[in-house]
């Protein structure tokens, strides 16, 4: 599971409100929080944005292990 997808819950948003806030389009941000397609440095830094990330918005698409989605 990307970080994307598990800071995206802990907000409580589902993916289409983050494709809106982030202006992704939904079927783009499916396949971004599924590794099929990069998210790009402009639209990553907008999904951070939205999500109200402070870090570096690359860490957003990291695979997080089973431990941090247990923990979340």
């Known amino acids: ?3 994307v997808v598990l800071e995206r819950k ?3 948003m589902s993916q289409a ?3 809106r806030v982030a202006d992704v389009n939904q079927s783009c941000m499916s396949r971004i929080e599924s590794g099929k397609e ?3 440095p402009h639209r ?3 999904i951070a944005d939205a999500l109200g990330w402070a870090g ?3 860490e957003l ?3 997080v292990t ?3 989605v247990d923990t979340a």
Request: proline share 12%; aromatic share 8%.
């Open 38 to 40: 990069p998210p790009y």
């Open 61 to 63: 698409f990291e695979e």
């Open 10 to 12: 802990k907000l409580g």
């Open 17 to 19: 409100k983050l494709a």
């Open 56 to 58: 570096d918005p690359a």
């Open 1 to 3: 599971m990307k970080k």
């Open 66 to 68: 089973d431990d941090a």
């Open 44 to 46: 990553g830094k907008r």
